[in-house]
């Protein structure tokens, strides 16, 4: 054999050869026995090799077995890149029940179990500690206390974290010492809401005491400070704590509530609140207007002008 007929001989056997992965494989069974592979070299009828096999070893049977070691490295390195691909998948796609055919039959109808979504845990507040029914009652009476209007059970409840059964029965318990005790006031149910109350019978005394503290005597202070603003009004706070010498803030501030003098606009230069008298100062002092206050000057001292000059 030539060379040129071993090289075609070699490159039929290369373009003949069929990966191992490709080979058709007869399903196995326990009755039927596999079959030798049709690839193992089968000795000659005559007993002899065949020349065109021992041409191909003389010539290099590396090359073929080299071909296919290198494919199935190739593929086994393929079907490990294709199990950690999967293996990746797999979490993301939900868990599979693995099974051969043979060992069920039923195997593709396994149904997928989802995985669970991850779930982020708040931790619960910690609830409230329970008063004891002396602190429960403590503390109700200090809010009851300061309150201006009715407050209900609800609010109450809110307020001391504690369960609205027992804040009903608490005031009722309340209201029950307060009328056995006797005391001046009284818890009461009104509006919707609890509040304390004055008795009715101790209501001479309550209107008495209203009375008198509205008739109460004005401080020397507050008696000077309502003539300068009488004599000088419209004036500003700074002007009346220039003439009398004095801060009087707080004295023009309890003129104001007791009702005797008012703000009546602003200064035009600075700014600064104006006060005038009131109404109820003409009533108090029986007076139609302000022009029927008694003159200054036979109150004023002889040498007043040597006071201004001096103050200047």
């Known amino acids: 054999m030539t060379d040129e007929q071993r090289r075609d001989s ?35 009828a005559s007993g002899g090799p065949d020349a065109a096999e021992l041409a191909s070893d003389e010539v290099g049977p590396a090359e073929p077995q080299h071909v296919e070691v290198a494919s199935e490295e190739a593929a086994s390195a393929s079907e490990e890149v ?52 002396t602190e429960l009652r403590g503390a109700l009476e200090a809010i009851l206390l300061v309150v201006d209007e009715p407050v209900s059970e609800l609010v109450l409840a809110q307020v001391l974290e504690q369960p ?76 009346i704590s220039a003439i009398r010498g004095v801060n009087c803030d707080g004295v023009i501030r309890t003129l104001v509530t007791r009702g005797l003098i008012e703000e009546c606009g602003t200064e035009t230069d600075s700014g600064a609140f104006l006060y005038k008298t009131t109404t109820l100062f003409l009533e108090k002092l029986g007076l139609n207007t302000v022009d029927e206050l008694p003159p200054l000057a036979p109150f004023l001292p002889d040498d007043v002008e040597e006071l201004a000059d001096a103050t200047r």
């Open 10 to 44: 070699l490159a039929d056997q290369a373009a003949a050869w069929v990966p191992p992965w490709d080979r058709p494989r007869p399903p196995a069974t326990e009755d039927t026995p596999t079959p030798p592979d049709e690839s193992a070299a089968a000795p000659d």
């Open 164 to 239: 609205a059964e027992r804040v009903g029965p608490m005031l009722d318990e309340i209201a029950a010492g307060y009328t056995t005790a006797g005391h001046g006031f009284e818890l009461r149910r009104a509006a919707g809401g609890w509040r304390l109350y004055t008795r009715p019978e101790y209501a001479t005394y309550v209107e008495r005491f209203v009375l008198d503290g509205q008739s109460v005597r004005l401080t020397q202070a507050a008696l000077e400070t309502l003539a300068v603003v009488a004599y000088k009004q419209p004036v500003t706070r700074s002007r």
């Open 82 to 133: 294709a199990s950690e691909e999967a293996g990746s998948a797999g979490p993301d796609l939900g868990g599979v029940t693995k099974g051969t055919a043979g060992e069920s039959g039923d195997a593709g109808d396994v149904p997928r179990r989802q995985q669970a979504g991850r779930r982020r845990v708040t931790a619960a507040p910690e609830p409230a500690p329970e008063l004891s029914d």
